[in-house]
C-alpha cells in the first residue's frame, strides 16, 4: 500500500553546531547539494507511488530538514517532539502545529523525546530507543496515549544516537539492525524477537545503512551501504539506493528526512 510521509526541504541547511558526532560545524556543508540530494529522495518516494507531503522550512533551524525527529503518528494520532537540545527546540512545535491545523488529534509530549527518530512502529509494537536524546519516560507516555505496545531498547554507541540510525523495519514484522549500537539486554530483546532480521555489517552502520525506509518491497537506501543492499536483494527486496551524503555531515539519511503519516488502521 502507499504510504504518506512528511518531508521539509533542507533550504535552510547547514552544520551550525555539534549536537552528535558527525557534526563538525567548521567543515561546512553545501546546501544546494543537500537540497539537490533530498530531491532525489522525494522523487525517489514520489517513483515508487508514495504520497508526499512539505512542511515549510523555518529559518534559523538547519535541522528542521530531519521530519522524522519532529513527531511520531499512529493511528492518525500525533505524539509530539519535545527536543533534547535548545537548538532545536523549536521544531517541536512547528511540527506539532502542522498536525493541528490539518485537523489531526495532538498531544504536546511531557518528556523529552524526538519523534521517528527514536520510535520504529511495527504492526503491533512500537520499538522505542533511549540512551542520547529520548528519555525512558517518554515510552511510557507514547504507550499511554497511542495505545500500542511499547518495547524499550538501550543505544550504547554515541554515533548511533536515535534508534533510526541503529535499526529499521523491513516491513511490520521484521527489522535490520546492527547490534554493537545496543546494549547487550538490548540485543538479547531483539534477537528473541527478531531471529530472521537483517544484521548489519559496521561498515554498512558507518555510513549510516540502516537510516533506511522500507515499504515491505522496496528499500531506499544510502548507496554506500553496499554490504547491505547485497542482504536485501538476497532477501528478494527491490533495493533503490540514494545519496545523501552532504546531509549525513548532520547525521541524517533517507530515514531521518521522512515523517510517516498513519492514518486509522
Known amino acids: 500500500m502507499p504510504k504518506h510521509f512528511l518531508m521539509c526541504r533542507p533550504d535552510y541547511f547547514t552544520v551550525a553546531y555539534k549536537i552528535n558526532p558527525w557534526m563538525h560545524p567548521e567543515a561546512g556543508a553545501d546546501r544546494d547539494v543537500a537540497v539537490r540530494q533530498w530531491e532525489g529522495l522525494k522523487s525517489a518516494y514520489e517513483e515508487l507511488g508514495h504520497r508526499v507531503s512539505l512542511i515549510d522550512p523555518i ?27 535548545p537548538q532545536r527546540g523549536a521544531e517541536g512545535p512547528a511540527y506539532l502545529r502542522w498536525f493541528a491545523e490539518r485537523g489531526y488529534e495532538t498531544h504536546e509530549a511531557r518528556h523529552v523525546n524526538e519523534g521517528e527518530g527514536d520510535f520504529l512502529t511495527l504492526d503491533e509494537v512500537i520499538l522505542a530507543g533511549t540512551g542520547f536524546r529520548t528519555d525512558v519516560v517518554a515510552h511510557q507516555e507514547a504507550q499511554e496515549y497511542l495505545g500500542r505496545p511499547v518495547i524499550s531498547l538501550s543505544l550504547v554507541d554515541p554515533r548511533f544516537y536515535h534508534l533510526d540510525t541503529a535499526l529499521f523495519a523491513l516491513d511490520g514484522r521484521n527489522v535490520a539492525y546492527y547490534p554493537e549500537a545496543f546494549s547487550a539486554g538490548s540485543r538479547a530483546v531483539l534477537r528473541r524477537m527478531f ?20 515499504d515491505g518491497t522496496n528499500v531506499v537506501v544510502n548507496s554506500e551501504a553496499s554490504n547491505l543492499q547485497l542482504e536485501l536483494k538476497r532477501r528478494r527486496y527491490e533495493v533503490i539506493p540514494v545519496e545523501l551524503s552532504e546531509l549525513r555531515k548532520a547525521g541524517g539519511g533517507p530515514k531521518c528526512c521522512t515523517l510517516e503519516i498513519r492514518g486509522e488502521n
Open 195 to 214: 531471529p530472521d532480521a537483517v544484521i548489519a555489517t559496521a561498515e554498512d552502520a558507518e555510513v549510516l545503512g540502516l537510516n533506511a525506509v522500507s
Open 59 to 85: 529559518d534559523g533551524l538547519p535541522d528542521m530538514v530531519f521530519a522524522a525527529n519532529g513527531a511520531l503518528v499512529v493511528g492518525g494520532r500525533v505524539y509530539g517532539a519535545r527536543f533534547a537540545y
